[in-house]
């Protein structure tokens, strides 16, 4: 009652005050309940503002429904992606599309016989090596693709340019309630950077568009999970089995919800305008052929034709489509290929097998491929002793598969960048992992100057472009009296590293006019400046070939300050030296580091060939 009461009371002072416009502090309401008092007299203001509030929400949902179901989330979460320069688009460089024949060859623009030999660089446009980081950068991507030129590739197959969904900072984070996906349009920074770096070397890119096993980057169970096939048994068919008849039960190729979801997902990828080009995927010449997916389990012949179909002829693309079906499995399970298989898939361009520990007659395969108007290539070849227990046994496949004109060609599983910091290579355990040139004397480094060799006699190129063998400058990252440590440079077997005392500065023009300033070399083997081995990445005196003594140079110049510099040495014909390299300074007296001076004489960048052959000339 007494709380009534009170009510009351504040109800008939809250009329008094709307009738008494002189009162303006209403001090006899509710004295002992402020709060209450104040809430009662602004109710309308209250109301107001929580009406404002429900229609900006209400809004802000509609928006949300919108935006993220039908287009674009922008969805990074905390993630800062890393900055990716602009490559200035060229044309020349890869002009036309590589087309199929009636005969079941592939030809390039200029109707030449196109033959492809590489590798697999899985991770280009998401990675999962580095802890901390979720986009790689420019650098990497830059270190990658410029390694599998060096190496002979004239084509690169890459998951990650198009297959991207499930995670936060995927291309496609999800599904909206309406049924539609829930795109993140930041996630193809990568993707355009990497597509464009390809373009400007002349690599052409095989880009598979699912997954058939739940990596990192995605796969076929995220559009099944979207569809509402949520229940144990659809992953243990659709991502964990290896029977293909079991995996025929998987809801991904015969649902018409997820095959819808599926084809909104191709559309969106193919449908994308690179900035630097201006055109859409489905019109660019880098792009050498759309994958259906990755070694899919189960994919029969309908669905295969219905995806080559929408990629072809829905949407234009004027690429090559690749079969992404399993081919090794299907063959175990005594599926059609030959004849049954190629006729109903008219739509398909390209059939690919993954060579790991079977042993498949590859050149037979090719010529059944052929026999019905299609190209055959390997599209994952595991070149590591536990498919090929010799390196003659890698060469004898690989000499074998060229004297078959049926095969199109082979891509080798798989490449990786150098770190961005120092210490070497990003690694990854799943013992296929190729870290070029490969350590000197080891059975790694003998197999990839191997597949270099071969490549290039595959493409047609035995005698490359010399500069397409100039390994890039290290980047110096730090430097004290005693060591210096580096960010390694493509393609290089070793460093040279140089000291020399600072007159006045680090530049190349006082190197060259100052006697006192010739520089001094202190190491120029992989067994103390390399990326590999225990010490890869850093030089130091306690295990320099060669120990300088900086401070005592450093001092008889009455300054006290020394200068390094490091050149890169590659494998080739001949070693070839990068002198356009980088140059740090160290001070003593301060323990400053001065980073990225770079030497900017005409001579110390000049390329010059070295007569002397060095260790194992590849």
Sequence with gaps: MASEHTHSQSYQALEQLERDDDIVEPKNIDDDRPFMGCLLRYRWTLVCVLAVALVFGIVELLLH?????????????????????????????????????????????????????????????????????????????????????????????????????????????????????????????????????????????????????????????????????????????????????????????????????????????????????????????????????????????????????????????????????????????????????????????????????????????????????????????????????????????????????????????????HKDQAGGFVTHDDGYSAYYPGEPGTDAHRRLALMRREALRWIGDSVPDPTALIPAAPHILQASPHSVSWRGGAGAAHYRVQTRPKIHSCSASEAEEDPRAAWRTVCEASACASDFGAHSGVWSTAWAAVPPDPVSTAGATGVGKVCYRMQAIGVGPAFLEALGATTLKHDLRSAMVARNVVVSSSKARKIRWSKRRQGQIM
């Design 65 to 417: 429904e919108l935006v993220i179901g039908g287009q674009d989330s922008g969805e990074t979460g905390d993630y800062d992606i890393p900055a990716y320069g602009r490559i200035e688009y060229n044309s020349s460089k890869l002009r036309g599309f590589v087309s199929l024949g009636e005969d079941g060859f592939l030809y390039s623009p200029s109707g030449e016989q196109f033959r492809m030999a590489g590798c697999n660089i899985y991770w280009l446009g998401r990675d999962e090596n580095v802890p901390g980081e979720v986009y790689p950068s420019a650098f990497r991507i830059d270190d990658a693709l410029q390694t599998a030129l060096m190496m002979g590739s004239n084509v690169v197959r890459s998951h990650t340019l198009g297959v991207s969904t499930g995670h936060p900072h995927a291309l496609v984070t999800g599904v909206a309630k309406d049924g539609r996906l829930r795109f993140n349009s930041l996630a193809w920074a990568p993707i355009d950077y990497a597509m464009d770096r390809a373009r400007a070397l002349g690599i052409r890119l095989v880009i598979p568009l699912t997954d058939n096993w739940w990596y990192y980057h995605g796969s076929k169970m995220d559009f099944v999970r979207w569809a509402g096939f949520t229940h144990e048994r659809h992953e243990a068919v659709c991502a964990r089995t290896h029977d293909t008849v079991e995996a025929k039960a998987c809801p991904f190729y015969s649902h018409p919800r997820v095959v819808a979801l599926f084809k909104q997902y191709v559309r969106h990828v193919l449908e994308h305008v690179n900035p630097s080009t201006g055109l859409p995927l489905t019109q660019d010449p880098v792009v050498l052929a759309w994958e259906t997916g990755n070694e899919l389990i189960g994919a029969d012949a309908e669905w295969t034709q219905t995806m080559a179909h929408l990629i072809k002829h829905e949407l234009g693309a004027k690429q090559l489509v690749m079969d992404g079906r399993d081919l090794v499995r299907d063959l175990e399970a005594e599926l059609p290929f030959e004849a049954e298989y190629l006729d109903s898939t008219p739509d398909v361009d390209i059939i690919t097998e993954h060579r790991y520990y079977w042993f498949l007659d590859s050149p037979a395969r090719a010529a059944a491929a052929r026999a019905r108007g299609k190209a055959y290539v390997v599209g994952e070849l595991d070149w590591t002793a536990a498919n090929f227990p010799a390196a003659a046994d890698l060469q004898g496949y690989l000499q074998g598969l060229a004297a078959e004109p049926a095969v199109t060609g082979w891509l080798w599983w798989s490449l990786f960048s």
